[in-house]
């Protein structure tokens, strides 16, 4: 279906792509996996016209195709849903599923719109403003805007790195049914289990390289494609040890706001709490209560420092960190070199009188963070040229770089390889260890498995359990427990804490 082959890309001195090349096959799903930099996502930007390969070609059925423009490859049938998500925020969920549609009627959109939107689950009414959506919904919406163009070749930059499970396995089974229909589908995730599970042939990317190309995933197992991604086998996990530090901790009492009722917990220093629920069930409402963008309408909110935040800059300035997954919206300033961005928290609190502090050491302390991270890229570029992974650390490293004396964590290794993920859990239980408490959410119950001393279960507005030592499964039951009960019952007291 599609073939390319040879692409070359160099962006100054970095080579993204280096004789890469890749082939889909109708009705087939074709993994790609590889590091955060790679160059899966230059690949991607490739096939969909928004980059110009510097050599390489690229046929489908057999033509040799130039994709100059998005629209050009639109016109080919390449869809593409890209990792750092394009939704207009402020349109509403029909514009952004017609981007160019200027001749049917509201009411005939939505009709076509339906059908889709139910096969995704995508709940979010078709005039609600982008902007105010959780991201999970956004990056649906995005999948649903490809699905509509009604695609040959549908390519998934990392899909699922904000959806809950049983939006991965709804996805998964709408893949399933578009190859079936003859569609050829390029996925691409750090879920390295989900690509062995819906694709049939895995391509590896290394250093811009494709060093496995087209293997049958049956073929393969997943200690081996760890192997070829990384170029050696995988270092072994450090478990979390118990907090032993006794500093400041944080305190919740009774915190009701109109997404909380009587929220009350306790987090001490070392330890690394997890928050967990179904959307909108209240574990992330209580990180805005925590930074002050929320107040409470009653209850009392207790930081580490003994301040009540009353805002997000004094919340900050009081050493609240709270690293966010949705990098663009919360995270970064892409405009900016990584290396401005790198110590933007810590500048913000030292130059409260106005001035920043001078460029020689802001840059020496980036330097340091990067190397903490292995963030390898060139630091005055822009952070836009990053690559989403090292995006996603450099929105960590910044934290970091303020010294915080509590850290909220919502998705923080979102869209990061397998060795970064450990890299990144090391630097989040090295927090933890120097005294100070982490709340932690994640759409990745395995992340909260292996980092978190105890999880919270949060259902509408409340905590409902208390699990320690809890696998995957038993978050997943405590989430979703009593669903079947109409949700108008009298609030109790937690049921177990
Ligand atoms: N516009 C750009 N300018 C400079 N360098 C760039 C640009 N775009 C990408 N790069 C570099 O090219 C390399 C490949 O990036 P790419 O985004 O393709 O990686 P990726 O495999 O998608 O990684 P991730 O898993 O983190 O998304 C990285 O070193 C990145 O920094
Ligand atoms: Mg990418």
């Known amino acids: 279906m599609l073939t390319a082959t040879g692409l070359t890309k160099h962006f100054g001195g970095v080579v993204a792509l280096d004789d890469a090349g890749i082939e889909l096959v109708s009705g087939q799903v074709h993994g790609l996996v590889g590091e955060n930099g790679a160059g899966k996502s230059t690949l991607v930007k490739i096939l969909c016209g928004v980059l110009r390969p510097d050599a390489g070609t690229i ?24 990792q750092e998500l394009m939704t207009f925020g402020d349109l509403i969920v029909l514009e952004n599923l017609f981007p160019h549609n200027r001749m049917a009627g509201k009411r005939e959109l939505a009709r076509r719109a339906a059908p889709v939107l139910a096969e995704l689950g ?55 049914g578009l190859a079936k229909r003859g569609l050829a589908v390029l996925y691409i995730s750090h879920y390295l289990e989900d690509v062995m599970r819906i694709a049939q042939r895995v391509t590896v990317l290394r250093n811009g390289r494709t060093v496995l190309t087209g293997r049958e995933t049956t073929k393969v197992s997943l200690g081996s494609l760890v192997e070829a ?60 209560v925590i930074c002050g963008r929320k107040h409470p309408t009653s209850g009392q909110v207790t ?59 802001r840059q020496a302390r980036a330097q340091t963070q990067a190397t903490k991270l292995r963030i390898s890229s060139d ?60 709340l932690i959410a994640s759409s990745d119950l395995t992340e909260l498995t292996e980092l978190c001393h105890r999880v919270l279960i949060f259902q509408h507005g409340q905590i409902t359990a208390e699990l320690t030592d809890a696998t995957e499964q038993d978050l997943s039951l405590a989430m979703n427990a009593g669903f079947a009960r109409p949700t108008n019952t009298k609030r109790n007291a937690p049921r177990q804490r």
Request: proline letters at 9%.
């Open 59 to 82: 046929t489908i059925e057999n033509h040799p195709v130039r994709l100059t423009d998005a629209r050009r490859a639109a016109a080919h049938g390449v869809a593409v849903v890209s």
């Open 229 to 288: 991604m990384l170029g050696e086998a995988i270092p072994p996990t450090t478990p979390t040890r118990r907090p032993t530090s006794n500093g400041p901790a944080l305190h919740l009492t009774d915190v009701t706001t109109p997404h909380l009722h009587k929220v009350s917990l306790t987090a001490t220093a070392g330890e690394i709490v997890g928050l967990a629920g179904l959307q909108g069930a209240g574990h992330l409402a209580v990180f805005d």
């Open 122 to 176: 995508l709940s979010a009414p078709p005039h609600a403003r982008v902007g105010t959506l959780p991201l999970a919904d956004r990056q649906l919406l995005e999948i649903c805007r490809a699905l509509l163009q009604e695609p040959r070749i549908l390519v998934l930059d990392e899909p699922t790195s904000t959806l809950p499970r049983e939006a991965v396995a709804r996805l998964e089974q709408t893949i399933r």
């Open 379 to 438: 630091l005055t570029l822009p952070a836009s040229a990053l690559s989403g992974g090292n995006q996603q650390k450099t929105v960590l490293g910044k934290w970091l770089d303020a010294a915080p004396t509590l850290a909220l964590l919502d998705d923080p290794t979102r869209g990061v390889d397998v060795r970064a993920r450990l890299e990144v859990h090391d630097l989040i239980r090295d927090l933890a260890e120097s005294g100070r408490p982490v």
């Open 303 to 361: 930081l580490p420092s003994g301040t009540t935040p009353r805002s997000f800059r004094q919340a900050v300035a009081a050493g609240v960190a709270y690293i966010s997954g949705d990098r663009k919206a919360r995270g970064l300033m892409l405009d900016r070199p990584v290396w401005e961005n790198l110590t933007a928290v810590r500048s913000l609190g030292l130059g409260r009188d106005g001035a920043l502090p001078p460029r020689r050491p």
